[in-house]
């Protein structure tokens, strides 16, 4: 995940830099943990192919408070509680207390339709530190890919109700060929519902989502996407608003980012190149872990088609820290030993030859990845430096 607010107040000088571990080191991840897969609404581009039905062998209420202590005992401190639906979950709130209690940061992902009156008194006082909503464009688009009528204005009031609580909200949305040219709306309702944060992910290809990959954003509309969430993300930093913009499953939003700091405050380029080589792009398998519904353990939620083990059996710490499998071991080796593209890019230290899961569906593991929206010439393949950048900040002149 690239904080590029983050990123942009540190070079404003109103915050430090964000903290970050050692790229590719072995460290207490951030959990996304699909508590179930049942979901009541069946969208284009879920990972997890949930459906509204009961899905055999998941973890019962017993078996979820052990795992709750022993993320905790490996030193996992942010917990974001996913599914399916996780408000589908009866044991939700007993489960999002007990994490609680324990201290973690703890985030609800939810497609919101199911925030009502008669339980957001109930989600208040479950003190979430944000309630991540997903938005996949404006009305009939988002009714359209969440395949739900009326799935749009479910939404968009549980935002307004969690707004009227005072719970902190982050307003999610896939990129796609459908929804590009509505990304400037989207951000409007932004300010309109009083948002504090907005998530752009890239589609990724796993779950529904391979079988929607006609729909990923072409390459110019997702460099365009990112240059209005730039703009927007540093209007806010200069007007002091307390706003939030991050982008996911695409890591060379990195580079893009260090472009148009490059054209609009090149005094500070060289600041932000050293911060984005500290954070050191894709974390699947490192910083980011994913626990299903079932307890298999995963890199992170795009990677079901490999487990890592099951938290029935053998604690999280043994399985990620103590004991990790091959493939952990190899996401975390950094830079990866990637190929095509993605090896000769000069750039790899920063990106880490991003997701991973678009090149397996591709059919190589660590081949290219069919979904980098950077040029050859912008890599280097053809040793042209890219457009804006100053020659003083290109590696050949350190």
Request: aromatic share 8%; glycine share 8%; hydrophobic share 40%.
């Amino acid at each position: 995940m690239l904080r590029i607010s983050h990123y942009l107040r540190a070079l404003a000088g109103q915050c430090a830099a964000p903290r970050v571990a050692s790229p590719g080191s072995s460290r207490p991840p951030v959990v996304i943990w699909n508590l179930l897969r049942r979901c009541n609404l069946t969208c284009k581009h879920c990972y997890a192919t949930s459906a509204d039905s009961v899905f055999r062998d998941e973890l019962d209420t017993t078996a979820a408070l052990q795992v709750i202590d022993d993320l905790h005992d490996a030193g996992v401190r942010v917990l974001i509680l996913s599914g399916g639906e996780p408000l589908l979950r009866e044991d939700l709130f007993q489960l999002s207390a007990y994490a609680r209690d324990k201290g973690f940061f703890l985030a609800l992902s939810t497609n919101g339709t199911l925030i009502n009156a008669s339980n957001i008194e109930q989600i208040a006082a479950a003190n979430f530190d944000y309630v991540g909503i997903s938005i996949d464009g404006l009305e009939a688009t988002h009714d359209e890919f969440r395949q739900l009528k009326g799935s749009f204005a479910s939404s968009m009031a549980a935002i307004r109700l969690c707004r009227e609580r005072g719970i902190r909200v982050g307003l999610r949305t896939t990129l796609t060929q459908q929804n590009h040219t509505q990304l400037p709306r989207l951000l409007d309702l932004m300010t309109e519902y009083d948002v504090q944060k907005f998530y752009l992910s890239h589609l990724n290809y796993s779950g529904r989502g391979k079988r929607s990959r006609k729909l990923d954003a072409l390459q110019q509309m997702s460099r365009e996407a990112m240059t209005l969430i730039f703009e927007r993300a540093w209007r806010d930093v200069e007007q002091g608003r307390e706003s939030d913009f991050v982008s996911g499953n695409n890591d060379a939003d990195a580079i893009v980012l260090l472009q148009w700091v490059a054209r609009r405050l090149p005094q500070h380029y060289t600041a932000l190149e050293q911060m984005l080589r500290a954070w050191g792009g894709n974390a699947s398998g490192s910083g980011i872990a994913n626990i299903d519904n079932t307890g298999e353990v995963h890199p992170d939620t795009y990677w079901w088609q490999h487990s890592v083990g099951n938290v029935r059996q053998t604690p999280f710490k043994t399985l990620w820290l103590e004991r990790p499998d091959a493939l952990l071991l190899k996401l975390r080796e950094h830079p990866r030993a990637v190929s095509g593209r993605c090896g000769q890019c000069r750039w790899l230290a920063i990106c880490n030859g991003n997701t991973r899961t678009r090149a397996w569906a591709d059919g190589d593991l660590w081949g290219q990845d069919p979904g980098c929206h950077l040029s050859d010439e912008e890599i280097g393949v053809h040793a042209i430096p890219s457009v804006g950048i100053p020659s003083t900040a290109l590696p050949c002149a350190r």
